[in-house]
T-cell receptor, first 113, second 115 residues
Framework: SQQGEEDPQALSIQEGENATMNCSYK?????LQWYRQNSGRGLVHLIL?????REKHSGRLRVTLDTSKKSSSLLITASRAADTASYFC?????????????FGSGTRLLVRP | EAQVTQNPRYLITVTGKKLTVTCSQN?????MSWYRQDPGLGLRQIYY???????DKGDVPEGYKVSRKEKRNFPLILESPSPNQTSLYFC??????????????FGEGSRLTVL
């Protein structure tokens, strides 16, 4: 079953603008991660935020986590054409005894030059 | 260079012809996993392994087998492939030493078509 759902499904912006993607999930989590996937390629880990953290930064990336709303957002500032990719959130369910990350269906980001 | 290597990257086969997709990682990771990616369905876990000789089912294990005889290798076996197994497959590993996996390192994917 899918735990995370990204919103929007697709986003098109101009180079230099900020891009915001949201992720909602259903159950309590240990951590939430964001991944990037260039078309047809493997996923690349971007950032991990733990359930006791509210905000985390990495370069042009800013991730927030609101456990009361079961949601997270990924902000990419000053976007570049090279940021064009699909972005996925992945959750580590707290009550799940198996060892897995559950991925959402992703947001496709297009950054126009 | 730290990496997860999958082979083959592309494969077209016919229904019922057994095939194996290999996965190897050079990071000495304990945790390895297989996912399939289908349009509109995101990534779904097939099997995972916490360590050598320890494997367990994910969300969609039907029609697949795995083995973990060595720490670095985690092959995915399709004993009798069917067209609904046409998909993009990813192997991933993690070196998280605690119970739960942390950051996953992904291979480049194996695109499988079953006719």
């Amino acid at each position: 079953s899918q735990q995370g759902e990204e919103d929007p499904q697709a986003l098109s912006i101009q180079e230099g603008e900020n891009a915001t993607m949201n992720c909602s999930y259903k159950t309590s989590i240990n951590n939430l991660q964001w991944y990037r996937q260039n078309s047809g390629r493997g996923l690349v880990h971007l950032i991990l935020i733990r359930s006791n953290e509210r905000e985390k930064h990495s370069g042009r990336l800013r991730v927030t986590l609101d456990t009361s709303k079961k949601s997270s957002s990924l902000l990419i500032t000053a976007s570049r054409a090279a940021d064009t990719a699909s972005y996925f959130c992945a959750t580590d369910p707290r009550m799940d005894s198996s060892y897995k990350l559950i991925f959402g269906s992703g947001t496709r980001l297009l950054v126009r030059p | 260079e730290a990496q997860v290597t999958q082979n083959p990257r592309y494969l077209i086969t016919v229904t019922g012809k057994k095939l194996t997709v290999t996965c190897s990682q050079n990071m000495n990771h304990e945790y390895m996993s297989w996912y399939r990616q289908d349009p509109g369905l995101g990534l779904r876990q097939i099997y995972y392994s916490m360590n050598v000789e320890v494997t367990d089912k994910g969300d969609v294990p039907e029609g697949y087998k795995v083995s973990r005889k060595e720490k670095r290798n985690f092959p995915l076996i399709l004993e009798s492939p069917s067209p609904n197994q046409t998909s993009l497959y990813f192997c991933a590993s993690s070196g998280q030493r605690l119970a739960k996996p942390g950051e996953l390192f992904f291979g480049e994917g194996s695109r499988l078509t079953v006719l």
